[in-house]
């Protein structure tokens, strides 16, 4: 009996965190700079059962609300947990969130977190990478890049290092990531990671140099 009433309360306690969050996404969309967006945030993040699903639903919600920004509370509340050096679940979560956003919605602070909190993130981004879908994982490696530039890089997107030299006329930018770049782009990522260099020298060696792909930045 006791057990049936603890399994009970288990359930409820769920399906009660579950209703909080939900409400907090659909609130945190519609009210995309209020304070008390930024609570519900913080409510739902507190559960750390269902963190990780969570802010992946976020995520989804962000791609059709507030032209795809967290804004800068939230921002700056999910910095301070990575810099906060959290256990490994929490920071895999987060990150997996900052993948999501990467390409001109993740904000500038996650550049300017300190640097042993970025060398404990980059394994952390470039061992998911296998498990992430093609977008997702473009997303893992522009953040990877930004923390080891120290700095955003903006709209940031990956072509052929010999576009401009071949030109081909039918060139497929989605094709040519999914057959070449992303697959030529983990390969230069990992070997740049596992290098035998100190973490300055990584952060000066461009991790693509000798590749045929590069990364480069829009912000017109």
Known sequence: MKLRRLFSKKIIFGLMAAAVILFALAYAAAQPNSFLRYTMFRTAYSVPQTRGWMLRQYSYFLDNNNAGYMGISIERFLCSRLASNP???????V??????????REGYGITQLPDEVRRRAIPLLLGRLDAYDNRQAYGALVMVEQMRRGKIVCKAYFFPRDFLKSAPPNFNEREWWVEKGLPEAKTSFQTWWNSNVSWQ?????DPLGSSNVMI???CG
């Open 201 to 205: 020298e990584k952060k000066s060696a």
């Open 216 to 218: 480069s930045e829009n």
């Open 87 to 93: 256990p490994d679940a929490e920071m895999k979560a």
């Open 95 to 104: 990150l997996e969130f900052y993948s999501l956003r990467a390409g001109g």
